[in-house]
């Protein structure tokens, strides 16, 4: 490369051209400031602009032009679910929100997932100092989000605040499945809560088989998430507990900070062994040994998410004879993980999003 050019290249990335621009949106002098350090450690990420609440951010964005938005959900004169209502009807924008930990801001989180919003930082309430240890996970969250950005997903949200369904049945009191019956393990990350929800409300309330959800998301956001799904659901969900029987009709949704394994007896074990692929929950490991105990009449669905894991546990599924089905990359918000598995021919087959309830309970059907 001649001198010239890289003198163009070195200016280029000076100026910042190469690196993803991010509107730090919050009504916390302290925490714009703390973002901004965090964010321009990173020489892949820059700060386009600040603003201090939602209208603050709309009167900017134009000019600014960011590629993800860092959006905090409890601001004066326009709260966060408005931002994001105003901003996926008009000019879609990947949105990462900032929320504390803890059941407290669970609810808004998901409606925010719900209305189109990428992905969610934790922070502790008590003690924001500690977001200095989160610097790694927020510069992951905002660069995945960044990928996102022309994808078709965000750009049909529905821009509205979505509407709860009140939990209809007490939970199953169906019989351990059996030995013949099957178990769905699905997978998800990135994008993933909308996805899951949406097959979870699609699934007949007498599905043959037990179900386990293994969805990356921190401790203290799986109960609500679980509670949430087990409202618009037919089939009863709720957050894994040590010794849970794995029954068929009813779902399971792995704890955050816990892998969820399936045993021999066909109960569920969690366990805080090391992270994989940097997480835990891993979906490898629940997707396993679920095949390990219940070898052909598996069924492995892997979604939207960034990385590799749930590949090789489609892999072990295939191999223990089981069936699998991946979320396309039409429908993700991230082809990451279903891309993962399908290049390890792992995928029996790649599907949008709606198709996969109906060829859930197809499976299901076939290996009765």
């Known amino acids: 490369m001649s001198s010239s050019a890289t003198t163009t290249t070195s200016t280029l990335a000076s100026n910042g051209y190469d690196k993803t621009r991010v509107m730090i949106v919050n009504d916390s002098m302290y925490m714009r400031s703390l973002f901004s350090d965090l964010i321009s450690s990173s020489q892949r990420l820059q700060v386009s602009d600040t603003a201090n609440d939602g209208l603050d951010a709309l009167r900017k964005i134009r000019k600014s032009r960011p590629d993800v938005v860092l959006l905090d959900l409890e601001m004066p004169n326009m709260d966060g679910l408005s931002f994001i209502e105003n901003i996926m009807s008009a000019d879609p924008l990947p949105v990462v929100l900032v929320s504390s930990y803890g059941q407290r801001g669970a609810d808004v989180v998901f409606d925010a997932l719900e209305m189109g919003a990428v992905d969610f930082v934790p922070i502790p309430q008590d003690d924001p100092e500690k977001m200095r240890g989160l610097r790694d996970t927020l510069v992951s969250k905002i660069e995945i989000a960044a990928q996102a950005k022309n994808h078709p997903r965000l750009k049909t949200k529905a821009a509205r605040r979505p509407e709860r369904e009140a939990a209809r049945r007490s939970y199953s009191s169906k019989a351990v499945a059996g030995e013949d019956s099957a178990v769905v393990v699905i997978g998800a990350s990135t994008g993933g809560p909308g996805v899951v929800g949406e097959i979870m409300s699609r699934l007949s309330a007498d599905l043959p088989a037990g179900i386990l959800i293994v969805q990356h998301m921190p401790e203290?956001?799986?109960?609500?998430?679980?509670?949430?799904?087990?409202?618009?659901?037919?089939?009863?969900?709720?957050?894994?507990?040590?010794?849970?029987?794995?029954?068929?009709?009813?779902?399971?949704?792995?704890?955050?900070?816990?892998?969820?394994?399936?045993?021999?007896?066909?109960?569920?074990?969690?366990?805080?062994?090391?992270?994989?692929?940097?997480?835990?929950?891993?979906?490898?490991?629940?997707?396993?040994?679920?095949?390990?105990?219940?070898?052909?009449?598996?069924?492995?669905?892997?979604?939207?998410?960034?990385?590799?894991?749930?590949?090789?546990?489609?892999?072990?599924?295939?191999?223990?004879?089981?069936?699998?089905?991946?979320?396309?990359?039409?429908?993700?918000?991230?082809?990451?993980?279903?891309?993962?598995?399908?290049?390890?021919?792992?995928?029996?087959?790649?599907?949008?999003?709606?198709?996969?309830p109906e060829e859930i309970e197809r499976m299901v059907a076939s290996i009765q």
């Not at 569920?268 to 390990?292: D, H, T, Y």
């Not at 749930?310 to 069936?323: P, Y």
């Open 220 to 356: 203290g956001f799986t109960k609500s998430f679980a509670d949430r799904l087990n409202g618009i659901s037919k089939i009863p969900v709720r957050e894994a507990r040590e010794g849970d029987a794995v029954r068929a009709g009813t779902a399971l949704l792995a704890p955050g900070d816990y892998h969820l394994l399936v045993k021999p007896s066909r109960t569920v074990e969690l366990n805080k062994s090391p992270r994989r692929f940097g997480v835990r929950p891993a979906i490898n490991m629940s997707m396993v040994s679920a095949s390990q105990v219940y070898g052909r009449k598996t069924i492995g669905v892997l979604l939207t998410g960034m990385g590799h894991d749930g590949a090789f546990g489609m892999k072990m599924i295939k191999r223990k004879g089981g069936v699998t089905v991946g979320q396309d990359e039409s429908s993700s918000v991230v082809f990451g993980m279903a891309k993962a598995a399908a290049e390890m021919d792992a995928v029996d087959r790649l599907l949008p999003a709606e198709m996969i």
